[in-house]
């Protein structure tokens, strides 16, 4: 039996309430069900045929018996993803002429949907940035090349927004997955899932993918 962890019991320590934790200060956990109901096993009952730890219940976590849990918290461990999607054309006319290409970038966990007074599930999506390709005028002329970034660094853009499951889940299909640091293939947008990510909060996700991006390319 495989035990692949997809949630996570963060307990609670001094100084470390509401700070991300370091994956050995929790118990890993897998999650056997689905969005409304499943059971919640630790490694050790999962692999000898125990009985599980916690219950979960539209993503909510409880003792087996439907009791509250009274110490730590068990949330789903995040399935932290990037997403490119087609932003040149909600752009002015001046910025379009600058440019042949253009991407809002998005960090999103796939694992949690969201329901905005509608009965369709969407993503939360975290801005991270713009990425774009210049058209060759742009890429020759230092000048222009700085005033299309400031322009572009100085957009009021929101922090996050949502958009439909039904919407993002292609760009992560055969054809339209992209790889770090490059823009996506088709006009249409693309995705990836993030590597090696270890943080088991969403806080510290964006926090790694803060020095991702300094450090490379997202």
């Known amino acids: 039996m ?10 609670l320590k001094d100084g470390k309430e509401g700070k991300d934790f370091d994956r050995e200060d929790c118990t890993l956990l897998l999650v056997d069900g689905e969005f409304r109901y499943g059971e ?5 009952a999962w692999k000898s045929g125990g009985e599980p730890a916690y219950i979960q219940r539209q993503s909510d976590f409880f003792l087996p018996d439907g009791s509250e849990i009274p110490v730590g918290r ?29 991407f809002g970038v998005y960090a999103l966990d796939r694992r949690q949907h969201f329901h905005l ?15 774009y390709e210049e058209t060759d005028e742009v890429a020759a002329d230092e000048e222009k090349r700085d005033e299309l970034n400031q322009i572009i660094l100085g957009a009021d853009t929101e922090p996050v927004s949502y958009m439909h499951v039904s919407d993002i889940e292609p760009v992560f299909g055969r054809g ?8 996506p293939k088709s006009d249409e947008g693309g995705g990836y899932r993030l ?24």
């Open 40 to 44: 919640v096993f630790t490694e050790e």
């Open 176 to 183: 339209r997955r992209c790889r770090p640091g490059w823009l």
């Open 2 to 11: 495989h035990f692949i962890p997809n949630a996570v019991h963060i307990p």
């Open 74 to 102: 068990v949330q789903l461990l995040p399935d932290a993803c990037i997403v490119k999607i087609p932003e040149r054309q909600h752009w002015s006319d001046d910025v379009q002429a600058l440019t042949t290409r253009m």
């Open 117 to 131: 007074c509608e009965m369709c599930a969407s993503y939360e999506l975290w801005f991270i940035e713009n990425q």
């Open 195 to 218: 590597r090696g990510i270890s943080a088991v909060t969403w806080e510290g996700v964006m926090e790694e993918i803060a020095e991702c991006c300094c450090n490379s390319g997202i």
